[in-house]
């Protein structure tokens, strides 16, 4: 469990190091989001893709950055950095905020003296969060901020970026004069989130308690004031509620739903389970009706990707940011008509029948009676697409779509600002009805069943699996596009510089070596194999490295795994350690158990930041970085 320090003293030091930063730092405002939500629209798990404000207004609000909470009670101010993730829960009925993303890199002069500054602090990864003594000033200049930047002409582009600086200069000034109320974390609201997460594994709430840095005394009655529970008390009723939903399934046995939801001793959980349910586990699944079973276990255990945000698509179904709002009293008359295009699509042909998720993404292409459309065989079934569409909405193959020179009209989260920079941006959950408006004639996707379903009423869903080979998968997308020439011709043209790339590491000495790739997020390490981007099929599939034996036993039909660092060395026994860097690398390069691998001590750590390179499919970028790398680097082969 990994918790952010919030110190609520900023230095003067501090403060004046990083006002030398933002002074020399090149900075660009990459969007300004504003949404009004309820407490059943909060916002849940939304992976930051840029080091962002936020702002809330109106009442109450619990906010979460990463694993650490804070309650804001009229007014609150946040900052973090990219790739935080970031929860909103309204404590009212309606509150207000505002996200400002921007982006800030090293200036071209000077950078030495830059460096300097940022060996004392960083301010563009500083995460804290205050209660600001001039709140009306930032809602004005927020509003007003934001009316001029859903209308982007390159004089309003330039009024935001000055009003943002005149913006930061307030927050440092209140920092600066130090009687702000800074936000103390809500360990409890942590707490209850790391029991809600990690219920299936060992839980010691003493350790916890270590952890959050406070007596076990005083969290045990703080979190019974709080929840009504006492910690063990909860931690029990969220392992039950979790076997309710695994028992609805008849796939899995008694001690495995035991097993998985954290009961060492099957005999015990039928006792707990008897307590406080009054049947046993057997006959609660005997009594559960047919019409719920089988759809529990894909919406308990997440699907693990997204390039910036690692969140169940479940789970943020119908929720989440909203970018560009239309006012909110629209919001009522799109959600009425919705509902009557979707009741009027249930009543017609039924959806494609799914598939193992093994098949391949090709199939017979049939042509419709109706003319203008025709037939995908896909691993969802058969989806009946446009011959030539027009508005493609994407997720993942951004991509295949652009080295085709295809312009979609949304794309996912991610560093496609620098690709389509007036692109629209949706989560892997996008609302319907700002979906909707878009109108797109096709969406494709990863292989998300849930998604098929949501979506398949608003476009036809083409879902490709992200095991699919890059070839095939461009070829495939070449196709749907009918554009196989240029696919045909992308694809003979990157496999004639892979064979330069492999030439040129054989000449190195450096093939088929072992390497790993891995991500550090958190307390935690993610191990990926070349299904997952982060430059896993460039590495594996196409320069030739190899996956340690224990990771490839592990992984078995999976594509990522998740370790502790604890085993670290273990895993990483290998001649190359591929590292997506991010803030929790950071803290990482700092420990003593990582300075001592063989691949650390050897120099041969290769530090692969994803906001820089595609990281997925024929991704010419990356190829040559690895290369590149592997001759910038060849006297410590």
Known sequence: MYIQNNSSNFTQREIAAALQIWNRAAVSLLDIRHNLISPEEALHGYRLPASAFVYTSGGKAEVLLNDTAYNAERFGLFHSAKGTELSIEPRCDWL???MVLYKAVEPPFRRGEYLRWMEQVNPFRQQYGFAPKNPIFFSEELRKMYEKWKGPTPLTIFYGKAVFYRFVYEIYEELEQGHIHVFEPDVIAMAQKYFNEHYSEAVSIQNMCDV????????HRSFKQQTGKSPQEYLIQTRLAAAQELLKNKGSTIREVAGYCGFQD?????????KHTGLSPHAYRENTPLCVRGETVGKLIPFLYNEESRVSPDELKEKGATFMFKPTRSKAVVAAALSLMLLMSACGTP????TDSATAVTGQVTES?????????????DVEVPVNPKRIAVWVYEQELYSLGVTPVSVSPGHYEDMWPDIKTFSYA???????????DLLITYDDASFFENYQSIAPVICIPLSTPAEETLSFIGDLLNMSDQANALIQTFNKQVDQSKATIDALGASGKTAVLIEPLGGDIWIYDNAYGRGGAILYDYLGFKIPKIISDRLGDQHFLKISLEVLPQYCDADYVVVVTGDSYHDLKEREIWKSMPAVKNNHVIEYDPSQYDGRGLDKKTLNFFTDWLVNNSESH
């Open 212 to 219: 959050l840095g406070i007596s076990y005394s005083h969290f």
């Open 369 to 381: 009676a109706e003319e203008g459309t025709r037939t995908i065989s896909t691993v969802m079934g």
């Open 266 to 274: 099957e005999r015990n959980f039928q006792r707990l389970f008897l």
């Open 430 to 440: 996008p609302e319907k009805e700002e979906l909707l408006a878009l109108e797109p």
């Open 351 to 354: 959806p494609a029948s799914s």
């Open 96 to 98: 207000e905020y505002y």
